[in-house]
């Protein structure tokens, strides 16, 4: 996959769209002509100013919707609308303990629901679902425009082959997570960006689903391995039924990402072979598939659980301290930690 400098992410981002009806529209080509033309010519005095025009043709563009309009922003589950059906099994996927019917689909869009409905209610929030079993489009949105709220949901991502029911309900709280993760956030969108709501989706939404759930009977089907198993044994407590569903989740993240990763023909990824990008700035588009997966190993891994409306910056969750790394520490393929009161003291 190409990677977008950060001009080009601000021009032409794959998880802004104006319409609900319209999935093609982007920037008129003119305009983003003129705006790197322009900014190959401008002296270093001019920049910010430069930079304040760039802003003023983003904020007048119809991608960002006006008071009263009815375009939106919205964030996707994948970085674009033409996905493939994997051919080969993915790792961690148990496809054969499962027949999918669209009862599964509706019941699970029901429970995601009745937990956060109090949630929301409290916050003065509301998220509407618009769930279309019939579809073919193997993705999910995550939308906003204005004071209103959607969750965009499709029948066709259900059905895709080696998704499992625990893969989709992840795939939810993720696309919750875009809502209530809290920052960092899109550009210019109420809405957390993609590896922060991977971080809230085992951290926050997967616990409190799977909460009361035959966890440890769910874990006889899969084949945890070992380290996993012995991770979430030390952050949650050896047979408890917290390290259970931190294993469930693990299982969990590593079938869909790789579900995810085969739909558009990337490589598998592995519990053992984190990310080394290091970016020089927190990444508010797409990361890796593999930066993906070690951002929701580490959700499950934060025992500092953030409060379910989203408050995953603060200090006293999972963080750098000093020298030390906490456990479930969102990782730096695409999160820049703020530096400790001891580095800052070092310069």
Known sequence: ?????????????????????????????????????????????????????????LMSSPLLAAPGSDSEI??????????????????????????????QFWSLIGSVQKVFQPILKSHHMQIEIEADWDSQEQNAFASHSDDRRWLNLYGGLFRTAQMTLDNYLLVLCHE????????????????????????????VCLPLMLKGANNKTSLLKLAVPIQMKLKC?????????????CQRSLMASLSLTNVLSAL????????????KEVPSTTLQSYPSFQCRLDTLVAGALCR????????????????????????????????????????????
């Open 233 to 245: 044994d030390h952050v949650w407590g050896a047979g408890s039924e917290d390290s259970a569903i």
């Open 264 to 275: 558009l023909g990337d490589a598998e990824v592995s519990f053992f072979t984190p990310a």
């Open 176 to 203: 919750m997570g875009h809502h209530l993760a809290g920052a960092p956030q899109h550009p210019f969108a109420d809405l957390s960006a993609e590896g922060q709501a991977d971080y809230y989706a085992t951290n």
């Open 74 to 103: 919205l964030c996707q589950l994948l970085p674009t609308d033409s996905v493939l059906q994997p051919m080969a099994s993915a790792s961690g996927a148990s496809p054969s303990l499962e027949n999918k019917n669209e009862k």
């Open 1 to 57: 996959m190409v990677e977008l400098s950060p001009l080009d992410r601000v021009l032409n981002p794959a998880w802004m769209k104006s319409s609900r009806k319209n999935k093609n529209l982007r920037f008129p080509a003119a305009s983003i002509q003129d705006i790197n033309s322009t900014l190959l010519l401008i002296s270093e005095e001019a920049f910010l100013i430069r930079i304040l025009m760039l802003m003023t043709v």
């Open 304 to 347: 500092r659980q953030a409060h379910p409306t989203g408050k995953l910056g603060d200090p006293d969750n999972c963080s750098f301290h000093q020298f030390l790394e906490a456990k479930g520490t969102r990782p730096a393929c695409w999160f820049v930690h703020a530096k400790s009161q001891y580095e800052l003291n070092s310069q």
